[in-house]
């Protein structure tokens, strides 16, 4: 149990275009997603925190016009990369938390796959 | 502001101990989880300290002392499989309610 899946797994684009990203928990309840950016040989650096039915709460650096999350649902949330440039290429990862998984102590989050972006 | 320390490379061959450290200052801090990640992968949850002491999962174990805000997971007769960059994250609390904050990670390289 606690599988949370990403959607696509890798994508390529345009400069200027808008890339959507889909998050899921496939067997449990996400109360809360998280959005993780990864640039390569790097550590995860939060992006936001989004609860289900509210406003995504953005960390500190992070356009959230640039960035728009939308978690309509207790298991799916979308980040969508709005005029992406090729400084936004990095590797997208989300994670979930919430009611039903089987979560190890601590409150601990499931990551999905994550999701590679190139921007040409 | 938050800030973890990791070693950025540790080197060790099959069969052998390795210990990587983690020191950390954080506000909100309520635990120290530990994270592994193989290239191209998704991080895997491997161990969690919310108290002082010592937890064993198989051949993992991992340490905290929150006194010293510091922390250590311990990897046990080492394979070529677990060769893979390991996240030491604090787990704390701010306005937006329970989060993780992740160090820049170890990458651990076992030699036959």
């Known amino acids: 149990g606690a599988v949370v899946s990403q959607h696509p797994s890798w994508v390529i684009c345009k400069s200027g275009t808008s890339v959507k990203i889909e998050c899921r928990s496939l067997?449990?309840?996400?109360?809360?997603m998280f959005w993780y950016r990864q640039f390569p040989k790097q550590s995860l650096m939060l992006m936001a925190t989004s609860n289900e039915g509210s406003k995504a709460t953005y960390e500190q650096g992070v356009e959230k016009d640039k960035f728009l999350i939308n978690h309509a649902s207790l298991t799916l949330s979308t980040l969508t990369v709005t005029s992406a440039h090729p400084e936004d290429s990095s590797f997208y990862i989300c994670s979930a938390r919430g009611l039903g998984a089987r979560d190890p102590p601590g409150d601990t989050q499931y990551f999905g796959p994550g999701t590679r972006l190139t921007v040409l | 502001g938050q800030s973890l320390e990791q070693p950025s490379e540790v080197t060790a061959v099959e069969g052998a101990i390795v210990q990587i450290n983690c020191t950390y200052q954080?506000?909100?801090?309520?635990?120290l989880s530990w994270y592994q990640q193989h290239d191209g992968g998704a991080p895997t949850f491997l161990s969690y300290?919310?108290?002082?002491g010592l937890e064993e999962t198989g051949r993992f174990s991992s340490f905290l002392s929150r006194s010293d805000s510091y922390g250590y997971l311990l990897l046990q007769e080492l394979q070529m499989k677990d060769s893979a960059s390991y996240f030491c994250a604090v787990n704390r609390n701010n306005n937006a309610g329970n989060m993780l904050t992740f160090g820049g990670g170890t990458r651990l390289m076992v030699k036959p």
């Open positions: 300290n919310a108290l002082d």
């Open positions: 067997d449990f309840q996400a109360t809360t």
């Open positions: 954080t506000s909100g801090f309520y635990g």
